[in-house]
């Protein structure tokens, strides 16, 4: 049996007679860059998300950048995130020439502890960047306390968890902005590259729209340094049709977990993920067991060579990335994440994965671990 890491394909099937008249209409009307496809699907998302307003981009980093912009967020300041994340949150924060200050994540949700927080906040510190990793909403409720006691603003990254709630609201509308992505594997996914930033603050909102767009304040007259960070027609066209798909897909991601935690229940070497006490707060984006790091290389190879595909994210902490070498971290420096990186492999997780590849996957881990 063959069972992909993740099959695009299957979902562009199953939506293709309702996407190719989304895609004929910007077509003809030539609405490539920006105009109705892009503004609906901004209400829609917007409205899904329960924030007043959102801006579509080019992509999620974009996303990232255009938002610390918005919140005045430059050079000199610095930038608490997690080093176990997707590298585009550090990227945003060093393009705006900002400084990302790297803490450690809980060992149970991954995401950044908020516990360790307030030890790393310095005069300097702007502003808060945590990430929604593998679809699971991050503790918000204790950072959305310490940005207020330390006045810094609150950005989600929400690149891996569109529609994930934290009570009854979603993520990406609870801080003062919200970053997605919608590279299509994510669980929103556009047929290219796409990305949105959700906010309730008008300012912030109107100064993206400016930004993503030459930072026009009229035709022709550029009030600050702007970007060409525009969403395409088409983008927007596909995103409002799979958008009313994505609660359903969500439900289905979330069977596949829970059907993965019964199946590998009490295997020996094996850590699963732990399931959020509101079920809601987990998207799955991706399922990520923990097997012991020597042996990671090797479970990889054999459940490939049956036909399994399977990930590592990530391998390498974004604080001993070459590319942040000048930041002088250490191995030994976040041993949560360090610990976490080394053990980690992402199973195959997709709304489409048939019960028997979800079964068979998990024989064979069982086997192999
Ligand atoms: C995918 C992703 C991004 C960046 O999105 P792109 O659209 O690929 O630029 C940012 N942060 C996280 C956590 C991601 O997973």
């Given at each position: 049996?063959?069972?992909?890491?993740?099959?695009?394909?299957?979902?562009?099937?199953?939506?293709?007679?309702?996407?190719l008249?989304?895609?004929?209409?910007?077509?003809?009307?030539?609405?490539?860059?920006?105009?109705?496809?892009?503004?609906?699907?901004?209400?829609?998302?917007?409205?899904?998300?329960?924030?007043?307003h959102?801006?579509?981009v080019?992509?999620?980093?974009?996303?990232?950048?255009?938002?610390?912009l918005?919140?005045?967020?430059?050079?000199?300041?610095?930038?608490?995130?997690?080093?176990?994340?997707w590298?585009?949150?550090?990227?945003?924060?060093?393009?705006?020439?900002?400084?990302?200050?790297?803490?450690?994540?809980?060992?149970?949700?991954?995401t950044?502890?908020?516990?360790?927080?307030?030890?790393?906040?310095?005069?300097?510190?702007?502003?808060l960047?945590?990430?929604?990793?593998?679809?699971?909403?991050?503790?918000?409720?204790?950072?959305?306390?310490?940005?207020k006691?330390?006045?810094?603003?609150?950005i989600?990254?929400?690149?891996?968890?569109?529609?994930?709630?934290?009570?009854?609201?979603?993520?990406?509308?609870?801080?003062?902005?919200?970053?997605?992505?919608?590279?299509?594997?994510?669980?929103?996914?556009?047929?290219?590259e796409?990305?949105?930033?959700?906010?309730?603050d008008?300012?912030?909102?109107?100064?993206?729209?400016?930004?993503?767009?030459?930072?026009?304040?009229?035709?022709?007259?550029?009030?600050?340094?702007?970007?060409?960070?525009?969403?395409?027609?088409?983008?927007?066209?596909?995103?409002?049709?799979?958008?009313?798909?994505?609660?359903?897909?969500?439900?289905?991601?979330?069977?596949?977990?829970?059907?993965?935690h019964?199946?590998?229940?009490?295997?020996?070497?094996?850590?699963?993920?732990?399931?959020?006490?509101?079920?809601?707060?987990?998207?799955?984006?991706?399922?990520?067991?923990?097997?012991?790091?020597?042996?990671?290389?090797?479970?990889?190879?054999?459940?490939?060579?049956r036909?399994?595909?399977?990930?590592?994210?990530?391998?390498?902490?974004?604080?001993?990335?070459?590319?942040?070498?000048?930041?002088?971290?250490?191995?030994?420096?976040?041993?949560?994440?360090?610990?976490?990186?080394?053990?980690?492999?992402?199973?195959?997780?997709?709304?489409?994965?048939?019960?028997?590849?979800?079964?068979?996957t998990?024989?064979?881990?069982?086997?192999?671990?």
């Amino acid at each position: 049996m063959q069972v992909p890491f993740l099959d695009l394909k299957a979902q562009t099937r199953a939506l293709w007679p309702e996407l190719l008249p989304a895609i004929e209409r910007i077509a003809q009307d030539a609405a490539f860059v920006l105009g109705p496809g892009v503004s609906n699907f901004e209400q829609d998302f917007a409205a899904y998300c329960g924030a007043k307003h959102c801006v579509g981009v080019n992509n999620g980093t974009t996303a990232l950048q255009m938002a610390l912009l918005a919140h005045d967020v430059g050079p000199g300041d610095e930038v608490i995130t997690t080093p176990h994340t997707w590298i585009s949150t550090s990227w945003a924060i060093s393009y705006v020439g900002a400084k990302p200050v790297f803490v450690d994540v809980d060992p149970h949700s991954y995401t950044l502890d908020p516990a360790r927080i307030e030890r790393a906040i310095t005069p300097r510190t702007k502003a808060l960047l945590p990430v929604h990793l593998y679809g699971r909403a991050a503790e918000l409720d204790p950072m959305v306390d310490i940005a207020k006691r330390h006045n810094l603003v609150l950005i989600e990254d929400a690149a891996q968890a569109h529609g994930a709630k934290l009570g009854d609201r979603r993520v990406g509308s609870i801080g003062d902005s919200g970053c997605f992505s919608f590279y299509p594997g994510k669980n929103l996914g556009a047929m290219g590259e796409a990305g949105a930033v959700v906010t309730n603050d008008e300012k912030v909102a109107a100064r993206i729209r400016q930004l993503r767009d030459h930072a026009q304040a009229g035709r022709h007259h550029h009030v600050e340094i702007g970007y060409n960070a525009r969403m395409e027609g088409l983008q927007g066209a596909v995103l409002s049709v799979k958008l009313k798909h994505l609660d359903a897909w969500t439900a289905s991601r979330r069977k596949h977990a829970n059907h993965y935690h019964e199946l590998l229940a009490g295997a020996k070497n094996l850590v699963l993920p732990q399931r959020p006490a509101q079920a809601e707060s987990h998207v799955w984006h991706l399922f990520v067991v923990l097997v012991p790091a020597e042996a990671r290389d090797g479970i990889q190879k054999k459940l490939s060579e049956r036909g399994i595909g399977t990930g590592v994210h990530y391998p390498t902490p974004v604080s001993l990335q070459p590319a942040y070498a000048y930041l002088g971290h250490k191995p030994g420096d976040f041993p949560v994440a360090e610990d976490v990186m080394r053990r980690c492999l992402s199973l195959p997780m997709f709304a489409e994965l048939s019960d028997e590849q979800l079964e068979y996957t998990a024989a064979a881990l069982r086997e192999c671990v």
